[in-house]
């Protein structure tokens, strides 16, 4: 069966702090892997990865992916409060459209 | 707003009653994704439609779970004879089917609380 393995859980750090976050997965014909972000409401869409050692960046974020190891992580440099949020990786397979997602990792950025 | 639509937005009702969600996904998206979230939890898989089709639905999903995208436009979500363990959020989420995959773009959700 499909799955998608996040750590840490949780993670507490202070403004201008790097972290990295991990994203492994086992999944039968992998097309791609995707990162959000959650608030409190809709999870909005961060990376979609598909080829391995090329990084995605997106201002302070960048996200790589490793298709021989099965693992993503993200990174956010220099953190700010408004990066609190649960993140979360999701895997596509060949098979269908939906996304399998994993419990997620709690980031919590303090002042 | 051109975003994902989802009603209601909270919903309380008692044990054994039926409800009824609905999602109004991004108008060019032909396909539309129903999920299940509780706390602590990645979203859950539940089902989802291409255009009118409903191509794949979990096998963990209830008999008292129904999903319907008459018009391949919006889609209902019905939960018959709720219990408490339904009490969760219902994220509803759309995309384009395109080589190659595309992002899906998530509504704010419906909370259930069933007491």
């Known amino acids: 069966e499909d799955k998608v393995v996040q750590s840490p859980l949780s993670l507490v750090v202070h403004e201008g702090d790097t972290v990295t976050l991990n994203c492994s997965y086992e999944?039968?014909?992998?097309?791609?892997l995707l990162w959000y972000k959650q608030e409190k409401k809709a999870p909005t869409f961060l990376f979609m990865l598909?080829?391995?050692?090329i990084e995605k960046k997106s201002g302070r974020l960048s996200s790589i992916l490793d298709k021989k190891e099965l693992f993503s992580i993200l990174n956010i440099t220099a953190t700010q409060t408004g990066d609190s949020a649960i993140y979360l990786c999701?895997?596509?397979?060949?098979?269908?459209?939906?996304?399998?997602f994993g419990q997620g990792t709690e980031l919590s950025v303090k002042p | 707003d051109t975003g994902v639509s989802q009603d209601p937005r909270h919903k309380i009702t008692k044990r054994g009653q039926n409800v009824t969600f609905r999602c109004d996904p991004i108008?060019?998206?032909?396909?539309l994704y129903w999920y299940r979230q509780t706390l602590g939890q990645g979203p859950e898989f539940l089902t989802y439609?291409?255009?009118?089709?409903?191509?794949?639905k979990s096998r963990l999903l209830s008999d008292r779970f129904s999903a319907e995208r008459p018009k391949g436009s919006f889609s209902t979500l019905e939960i018959q004879r709720t219990e408490q363990g339904d009490s969760a959020m219902y994220l509803c989420?759309?995309?384009?089917?395109?080589?190659?995959?595309?992002?899906?773009?998530f509504g704010n959700g419906t909370r259930l609380t069933v007491t």
């Open positions: 989420a759309s995309s384009l089917a395109v080589t190659g995959g595309s992002p899906l773009h």
């Open positions: 999944v039968t014909n992998f097309r791609s």
């Open positions: 598909t080829s391995s050692g």
């Open positions: 999701a895997v596509v397979n060949n098979q269908g459209g939906k996304l399998i």
């Open positions: 108008s060019e998206h032909n396909r």
């Open positions: 439609f291409q255009n009118e089709a409903q191509l794949e």
